[in-house]
């Protein structure tokens, strides 16, 4: 189904080939879920429904109407505590940690492409979001101490993008933030495709009174979503 996307079976050949139209149309949805892209959407935001998480809902929704299999993750809903440096990642590319990162790993692995979103917080990545990043060093363990391969050879290269929303207008406002997201990506083998970033935005919904940055965040779920 890859190389020919949109192409239907001829029922009446399968059908003289002694496969039911019940089959076939099992098969072709398989093969159709099988090549949508996996979109994982990972809020770092403590807010529910704040500013930032408001434009990952419209990266969200661009995606799912390209086409692609979205899963939105809110990392304040979960159990992350943070990496305790003991290394023990460096021998088998395991976190020991039991925890609901333990969860997040195989999406990390499986996913086609991944949006991150923060607000900021002290001109950086909120603590939620810290504590998960600092959580994926199993990948760079794998990746630069033990030489293994973590990402199906077709999903590579894997594309990303990190949406942001600060208070401030401050030039260098996102500097630090951009320099993580880009660390994580390079280890993730995703390539940092697109950002959105907002400054003098602080009151809770404001986001909502910019709509260009709410069309930029739909279109920029869209793209990604799209092979």
């Not at 080939?17 to 979109?39: D, F, Y």
């Not at 020991?96 to 607000?119: E, H």
């Not at 293994?148 to 933030?177: H, I």
Request: proline share 4%; net charge neutral; glycine share 10%.
């Amino acid at each position: 189904m890859r190389g020919d996307q949109g192409q239907v079976p001829d029922v009446l050949t399968e059908r003289a080939r002694g496969r039911s139209p019940l089959k076939i149309a099992e098969e072709t949805t398989k093969e159709a879920q099988e090549w949508k892209l996996k979109v994982l959407v990972v809020s770092c935001s403590p807010r529910k429904d704040g500013n930032t998480e408001i434009l990952l809902r419209e990266c969200e929704k661009g995606a799912r109407d390209s086409g692609a299999d979205v899963e939105f993750v809110r990392l304040s809903e979960l159990e992350i505590r943070p990496c305790a440096e003991c290394l023990a990642c460096h021998r088998d590319g395991r976190c020991v940690v039991d925890d609901d990162m333990q969860a997040l790993y195989p999406k990390l692995t499986d996913m086609d492409a991944v949006v991150l979103g923060s607000p900021m917080f002290f001109m950086g990545i909120t603590a939620w979001g810290k504590a998960f990043i600092d959580r994926c060093q199993p990948f760079w363990a794998m990746k630069y101490l033990l030489g293994r391969k973590f990402v199906p050879r077709e999903k590579v290269p894997r594309r990303g993008a990190f949406v942001s929303v600060g208070g401030t207008k401050f030039g260098n406002l996102f500097d630090g933030a951009v320099n993580v997201v880009r660390a994580l990506f390079a280890v993730l083998e995703v390539r940092y495709e697109d950002e959105l970033l907002i400054g003098g935005v602080d009151r809770k919904g404001e986001i909502l009174e910019h709509p260009e940055a709410l069309k930029r965040s739909y279109e920029l779920g869209y793209k990604l979503g799209r092979r």
